[in-house]
């Protein structure tokens, strides 16, 4: 089947004379082959159930890690925006102190990120081994349980704070029309790095270019992403 192309129908006024051409994203992915969209379903049960084996020991030692320094929970749970906005529970190791949540709207001021994002490079609220595994993306590792069970991919944008997502515009919230993932472009061109308009733009880039060969080439430039430095905070 022939790439759907992206067709204008819109035109949105943003900011002191900045025009963004608004496509019908929702289009473009309903028009990606069915084939593609169950490989890809099937790849994230396999491959997530694999790496949940292979990787049982860092599994086992991360939790031990975190327990040793500040005791439990050793998991974290926090509702996140999903496929069509609806809200699901992500899972990640627990990477900041147990009162980090109640801090996060005094911390609001110090926010590097801009948008609906919230982002701090020396994040008072993270711990010792918080630094180690964000610093190698370990903390996400919990999300292969919701790869299985349907709520994300392993390809596809990074989810925010439901709360967040709630405040973005039509145009932003397309970046939902497909499931949230563990690694997008966003991961592999600066994560933290990036600001909020152009990682929207990549992960409507994303919907675009969609594919298996995409997804795959995507996954490897990822494993170099995590292990450089660049925006890994």
């Known amino acids: 089947m022939a790439k759907a192309n992206a067709i204008p129908v819109s035109e949105l006024r943003a900011g002191a004379g900045r025009k963004i051409i608004e496509l019908n994203y929702q289009e473009i992915y309903d028009h990606k082959p069915n084939i593609y969209k169950w490989i890809k379903r099937l790849f994230d049960i396999v491959s997530s159930s694999v790496a949940l084996i292979l990787l049982s ?25 999903g496929k069509d906005m609806k809200s699901f529970k992500i899972y990640k190791f627990r990477s900041m102190y147990k009162n980090a949540e109640s801090m996060f709207e005094r911390m609001q001021a110090q926010n590097e990120q801009t948008g609906h994002a919230f982002k701090i490079k020396n994040d008072p609220r993270v711990t010792h081994v918080g630094r180690f595994i964000r610093r190698f993306s ?13 709520d994300m991919s392993v390809v596809g944008p990074r989810p925010i704070l439901t709360s967040q997502m709630e405040e973005c515009n039509a145009y932003e919230k397309q970046r939902t029309i497909v499931k949230p993932g563990l690694t997008c472009y966003w991961q592999v061109c600066g994560r933290s790095k990036i600001k909020w308009d152009r990682w929207v733009e990549l992960d409507l880039q994303y919907i675009q270019d969609m594919s298996l060969a995409k997804d795959i080439e995507l996954i490897f430039r990822t494993f170099p992403a995590i292990f450089g430095q660049d925006g890994a905070y």
């Open 138 to 150: 370990i903390d996400e590792l919990p999300q292969l349980f919701n790869i299985i069970k349907g």
């Open 57 to 81: 020991p860092v599994f086992l030692v991360t939790a031990l890690a975190i327990f040793l320094e500040d005791g439990g929970p050793v998991f974290f749970t926090q509702q996140r925006a």
